[in-house]
């Protein structure tokens, strides 16, 4: 049998068989430590940068190792990548016949009974809703997976969605009349057959969640765990480690329970007054948070009289609806199932509106429409190690951002990974010949009203030396949306902003054009890969430092104040490096791209902890010359 170095190697079958395989040492040392971490079923963490090809330095241990492996991701889309292009073309060349399985959330499967349901007695605020809901109609005839994500007629956001999906409430479970033709349940009974099964990090954490009380179905059978992309870990957990409960949640029941009635109980005329009345209040609820859009913690508001009497009309709003349903349970399933789930509600919204537990963060945000309600753990560390200690198997912890100055103490510290195997391998890119590090003079400090009109100016001359071509990366909506403004009076070139469009249309319209300048916030920081001359260049506003105004940031970093700890120094420097390591790592993503990078924000120089910054990029050839800017990019045309 050939060893993981050989079937990586230059005479091995995936270079036989793949024509963009290049044999990459760093690749088969980090291919060597996750085959030996699911011999031993250790844990190892492990960074590997742009260009080592760690998707496949873990794919083939899994496919080779003969045991069930669960692979995790933190987006759909690479989700979606593993499972139809990669895991297929590894598992051919290796002539390895295992099973797989690609796995969802809920909310991605198209729900047989809610599509019925609504089409019968659905009520739809446009034509276009009811438009989409005939297409999505026909589409559920010829689909086979139900994954709302093959049919592109209908947009990934639009609300019909929420209408024709179930959620973990709504859901009746066996007592759906089309619980055989169910697509997420044949979904999750070809999980449950499957050696190698694809996940995302939501859907992970959420069948952890229920493994604590006893329903978990996706670990118990798994011998691996391989979390790609895992930086975004720790927020993951910590969300679904809590307890959170939104206006949509509430809206969602009043809408069930309202076609349940009409369907099943048109005679109830009070169990539909009931309904109003509860809708109303959830709206009234929102209105008394007012009528900003904010994330705050809940103290600010748990007292304030408005908020304290929209909570008590809607707790007995629900008590009201309760007491209806109850009479009306035995007609339906339907009915049944929003009984129970107006119980839950209640007594979930009780929990979050009442005193704080221990070691919790609780906090709000409010929509537009709607409002969230949140109990966040602390400290997930012990939580999530438990977990992990609840049967024998091998964790494999992976990204191109998970070290600090190549230490992973943040990113263990986080999960509770004290005893795990490290490794650290660098891009194989030629940074100081592919790559320029641009940080402009004269820049005034990034707190300045001045900062972005200032940031545009440095840029200009960049974005036309470059020829358009370029992403914009911003650190706030407020920034991007002053920074188009601005650009759009002066850039030649076309400008794409972010929320113009879907994100994946966004992206095809920047490839196409070849010259375009890309406007974005958060969501292209990370997850986007754009190779070739259509981006040669990464401007980034400001260092990425969370937000000091987020309620769990704060509730955080006064904890650790109290623990005598550094909160600047152990979290958010560490958390904002890693953050910027995945925005200047859109730049570069192969080996033939150029591009320069620039950073705008004054302190990386004027700041003893820019150096930190500095040091955990790749090594590129710095200036703070425009010239050599301009010079750079002729010598990118010869």
Not at 71 to 99: C, F, H, M, W
Not at 310 to 334: C, N, T, V, W
Request: glycine fraction near 6%; charge should be negative.
């Amino acid at each position: 049998m050939q060893s993981i170095t050989e079937i990586l190697s230059e005479k091995g079958p995936l270079a036989k068989t793949l024509e963009s395989f290049a044999p990459r040492q760093p690749q088969q040392e980090m291919a060597e430590a996750v085959m030996q971490a699911l011999d031993d079923y250790d844990v190892l963490i492990c960074e590997a940068g742009t260009g080592t090809g760690k998707t496949m330095a873990y794919l083939v241990p899994a496919l080779l190792s003969g045991n069930r492996v669960i692979i995790s991701t933190g987006t759909k889309n690479l989700q979606d990548q593993l499972y139809y292009r990669d895991l297929p073309q590894i598992r051919s060349a290796l002539a390895e016949p295992v099973s797989m399985a690609l796995l969802k959330g809920r909310a991605n499967y198209l729900c047989l009974y809610r599509l019925k349901n609504n089409e019968l007695k659905g009520r739809f605020r446009t034509p276009k809703n009811m438009a989409q809901l005939q297409q999505i109609h026909k589409w559920s005839g010829r689909t086979r997976s139900g994954d709302i994500a093959e049919f592109s007629e209908v947009p990934e956001d639009s609300p019909i969605w929420f209408v024709v999906t179930s959620t973990t409430e709504n859901c009746l479970g066996q007592e759906c009349q089309d619980f055989n033709d169910c697509h997420l349940m044949k979904a999750r009974r070809k999980a449950q057959k499957a050696e190698i099964l694809v996940v995302n990090h939501h859907l992970f954490f959420a069948d952890m969640a229920l493994r604590d009380e006893g329903f978990g179905e996706l670990l118990p059978g798994a011998n691996a765990v391989i979390f790609d992309e895992a930086h975004q870990l720790p927020e993951v957990a910590s969300h679904f480690f809590g307890t959170s409960l939104s206006g949509r949640q509430l809206l969602e029941l009043c809408h069930d329970a309202r076609i349940a009635q009409m369907q099943d109980a048109a005679d109830m005329e009070p169990l539909l007054l009931a309904v109003d009345r509860l809708e109303k209040r959830v709206r009234d609820m929102r209105l008394s948070l007012g009528l900003d859009l904010q994330r705050a913690p809940w103290i600010k508001v748990s007292k304030q009289p408005l908020v304290v009497e929209a909570i008590k009309d809607l707790i007995e709003g629900f008590e009201g609806l309760e007491s209806q349903l109850e009479l009306a349970e035995e007609r339906s399933s339907g009915l049944k199932r929003a009984l129970q789930r107006c119980q839950e509600l209640n007594e979930c919204f009780v929990k979050l509106t009442g005193e704080t537990p221990e070691q919790h963060i609780h906090w709000f945000e409010t929509l537009k429409q709607s409002f969230v309600l949140h109990l966040t753990p602390m400290n997930i560390a012990d939580i999530f190690s438990a977990q992990m200690k609840g049967q024998k198997r091998a964790w494999v912890f992976t990204s191109a951002t998970l070290a600090v100055n190549e230490k992973f103490d943040h990113f263990s510290s986080q999960l509770g990974l004290f005893d795990a195997q490290m490794h650290c391998w660098d891009s194989p890119f030629d940074y100081q010949e592919q790559t320029l590090l641009y940080l402009p003079t004269r820049m005034p400090e990034p707190a300045s009203e001045s900062y972005t009109h200032a940031v545009v100016e440095a840029a200009l001359p960049v974005l036309n030396a470059c020829g358009g071509r370029t992403f914009m990366l911003f650190t706030s909506h407020r920034a991007l949306k002053e920074a188009a403004e601005l650009l759009q009076k002066t850039l030649e070139f076309p400008l794409l902003v972010q929320g113009s469009a879907p994100r994946n249309e966004l992206l095809t319209q920047f490839r196409s054009l070849g010259n375009a300048v890309l406007l974005g916030s958060s969501s292209f920081w990370e997850g986007v890969d754009v190779r070739g001359e259509a981006l040669s260049c990464v401007i980034i506003d400001k260092l990425p430092f969370a937000s000091p105004g987020d309620p769990v940031l704060q509730a955080r970093l006064e904890a650790m104040r109290s623990q005598g700890k550094n909160p600047f120094r152990d979290y958010q420097l560490p958390n904002a490096v890693i953050a910027l390591k995945q925005g200047a790592g859109r730049l570069i993503r192969d080996v033939s791209d150029r591009g320069v990078l620039m950073l705008c924000d004054p302190r990386l120089l004027g700041k003893s902890y820019g150096k930190i910054f500095l040091e955990s990029l790749p090594p590129m050839k710095r200036t703070r010359s425009l010239d050599e800017v301009i010079e750079f990019y002729r010598g990118c045309q010869t």
